[in-house]
């Protein structure tokens, strides 16, 4: 899921995805691809930050708008489930601080 976009400076936000550690248990390895880096898998990897959950975070221009998919290794391509925007399979994002 969309976890929150947070400020950087003025031209940057980091935004950040959490998976529940169930979900990284069947599905092994998985990382947020895009259009921001060209849909390779592991350059955002999902790592385990206590409490249960798993975050991913990528860093991105303030006010674009992004393309966005989880790939793992054992299920394949998914998608953030509360991300109501989609074009064809992918999730879309527009940066914008404080969204969730």
Do not use: K
Not at 3 to 11: C, G
Not at 12 to 27: E, K, N, P
Not at 55 to 76: C, F, H, K, M, W
């Amino acid at each position: 899921m969309l976890h929150r976009i947070e400020p950087i400076d003025a031209q940057s936000c980091t935004v950040r995805f959490r998976l529940d550690r169930d979900h990284i248990g069947r599905a092994g390895t998985t990382s947020v691809v895009g259009d921001f880096n060209g849909w390779q898998p592991g350059h955002a990897p999902f790592v385990y930050r206590g409490f249960g959950g798993y975050q991913a975070a990528i860093v991105v221009p303030t006010g674009s708008t992004i393309r966005v998919r989880y790939l793992s290794e054992r299920d394949g391509w998914g998608n953030p489930d509360n991300i109501a925007a989609v074009d064809g399979s992918d999730s879309v994002i527009h940066v914008r601080p404080g969204t969730v």
